[in-house]
């Protein structure tokens, strides 16, 4: 089991024909994902092989509409390549089509036509990831998005994350220490995304296959102090988080449209405060990650072995907030 | 996107949002000439800079006469303006805004944001006109009415009307104060804002509303619908070095700190400014350079992050994940060769080829202190400012 995502997930390229999204489809297919058509207005009933730069593995289908790529190819899951100017009608277009979970990459959509965009995707319930995001990896299995996929390894910690290379990073520490990874997914930096860090830690926390979450956060908005209060009351598993930003100036956007302070709102401490008393370990730095995760299975581990023999002390397992 | 006062209001005009008479002043003489074009016993001189807390700084000032507006103007033009918000430094005032003075009964507050947790626009008002919201929102949270905008139907004229006679309008001010509360919304939705925000909203003894100052920010991800916003940038504003940065379409931020960075990834780069304050040294700024990392890209960086005076180390952390590393170590190589950098270097590539990177940097003949991980480049950091003292 994972979430969101695996071998059986039957994709949907919107915008498979241009730049990006030719070499995207192009890598995720390299790495098992079934992209079963692409959309493109005007070049419906063509097969599209790729481009001069990237040669697709073969041929892929392309439809004018969504909807005639999930009625002849029996399509379940979309990601969106297209400009942020059209990419609002694209998301929405596959919400009609009853499409039920849209992964979008695009950055830069406005705000307002994100306000018509969630409230449409709430009313089909179709989930939306992003917009603005990496996308969606089940490591071993199939990938939604343009993470790279080789630094991946399958294996039960969970990760979900507002950023994009931040992630690659955590992602990295755990797999160069032998920690594999059920789903990846990241969830968007700006204000309005579908799928917020709660959606996803009750999807992990739900999760046979998933023993730990990797939680990473960022300044701005509540989403995270969100997320720790349900991690307080309802999940066992064991977290990490890590929070961008300590030394962000308030009021300044920082790279992400959804990554400042204002009002005094939505800073690292506030959050890194929060999230502590809710019993998630905090990585204070971000070479961090993997090794306060390591020290904590370690410790589930240890706590478990303990329990069978009870007089047997658990050692030295109490250190888990790291430094450099 | 930030604008002025006088910009904003031009815009709410447009949607006939009621606002005072007035003209923008770039000069002692234009001041004059706008007050003689406004008339009235009473005038107001103001600061424009995109700051607030202009008037408890000394930037508004009120004026009997077109002699006295002249001697405001004097004043406030050319001063160093500090308030709350502009830092210790404070703002040069370059442009005035003269308006007719106002008849004020009472001062309210009402403002249009997006409600981030519900996805929804968020119609605020408040009783404690004058003050900052953040302060009502934090001190006495139960003053702060809200209203919020259903995406399907947009804001009605009943949830208008309901925040009006919660703060205690009545009669001609009721009606005003809902037509009042309309035009904002379409001011707000046209105009692609994140924030309209009227503070103080002023009722007159005879029942007009009317916007005392207004500050609209506009969404940096619409701007590419609105052309027409370039003109209402005003570069003064903005930190010179910002602007040269943007110029070269870097994601670039200055900070005071001794240790320039470079980064790929909006995220990465917060948590790489992070990891230097934790070694014990402070970001001199933030700086996305985007997926790419190419030569041309580290160049123009690299030269924004030297115009900094204190830096003691430049650190790049790059993770290559599609991008390959050793396309980034040569882009490195060849911007440093251009470039003439009196600092160490501490370079991080991690991903895609990063061994291959290590061996172009190292066989370099630039003195590049490579960094194995990200562990690694923060003991490095660490190392480069301690030697420094």
Partial sequence: MSILVDKKTRLVVQGITGGEGTFHTRQMMEYGTKVVAGVTPGKGGTYYEGNEKDKLPHPVKVYDTVKDAVKKERANASVIFVPAAFAADAIMESADAGVKLIVAITEGIPTSDMISVYEYVSKKRARLIGPNCPGVITPGEAKIGIMPGFIHKPGSVGVVSRSGTLTYEAVAQLTARGIGQSTCVGIGGDPIIGTQFIDVIKLFNADRKTNAIVMIGEIGGTAEEEAAAFIKKSVNKPVVGFIAGRTAPPGRRMGHAGAIISGGKGTAEEKIRVMSEAGITIAESPAVIGSTMEKLLHKKVKAKKSRKKIRKPAGRIKKNVSKI | ?389
């Fill in chain 2, 1 to 389: 996107m930030k604008i002025h006062e006088y910009q904003g209001k031009e815009i709410l005009k447009k949607y006939d949002v009621a606002v005072p008479v007035g003209d923008v002043a770039f000069t002692i003489d234009e001041a004059v000439k706008a007050a003689e074009k406004i008339g009235g016993s009473v005038l107001v001189v103001k600061a424009q800079i995109h700051a607030g807390g202009r008037g408890k700084g000394g930037g508004v000032k009120l004026a009997r006469s077109y002699e006295e507006v002249r001697e405001c103007a004097g004043e406030i033009l050319g001063m160093r303006l500090v308030t709350h918000q502009t830092g210790p430094e404070g703002r040069i005032v370059r442009r005035l805004l003269v308006e007719q003075g106002i008849n004020i009964a009472r001062e309210l507050y009402v403002g249009i944001t997006l409600d981030r947790k519900r996805a929804r626009n968020v119609l605020m008002a408040s009783t404690e006109g004058g003050m900052e919201i953040e302060k009502v929102a934090a001190e006495t949270p139960e003053k702060i009415l809200k209203e919020e905008v259903d995406p399907a139907v947009g804001l009605q004229q009943f949830q208008a009307r309901s925040l009006c006679t919660r703060l205690d309008l009545k009669g001609d001010a009721l009606k005003n104060g809902v037509k009042f509360l309309t035009a904002l919304y379409k001011a707000y939705i046209a105009s692609d804002a994140s924030l309209a925000e009227i503070n103080p909203l002023v009722i007159t003894q005879e029942g007009h509303v009317v916007a005392l100052d207004a500050k609209i920010n506009f969404d940096d991800n619409a701007l590419f619908r609105h052309p027409e916003y370039e003109d209402l940038r005003d570069v003064d504003e903005e930190d010179p070095m910002e602007v040269e940065a943007s110029a070269s379409n870097l994601n670039y931020i200055k900070l005071d700190g001794n240790v320039g960075c470079m980064v790929n990834g909006a995220g990465l780069a917060m948590a790489t400014m992070d990891m230097i304050k934790l070694a014990g040294g402070m970001p001199a700024n933030f700086l996305d350079v985007g997926g790419g990392a190419s030569a041309q890209t580290v160049e123009a960086g690299f030269k924004i992050i030297l115009k900094e005076e204190n830096i003691k180390a430049i650190l790049i952390n790059i993770f290559g994940g599609i991008v390959r590393c050793d396309r980034v170590a040569a882009g490195v190589v060849e911007a440093a060769k251009n470039v003439d950098v009196q600092v160490p270097i501490i370079v991080r590539l991690a991903g895609t080829n990063a061994e291959q990177a290590a061996v172009i940097l190292q066989d370099s003949g630039l003195k590049f202190l490579v960094a194995k991980d990200l562990k690694d480049a923060g003991e490095k950091v660490r190392k480069t400012v301690i030697s420094d003292r």
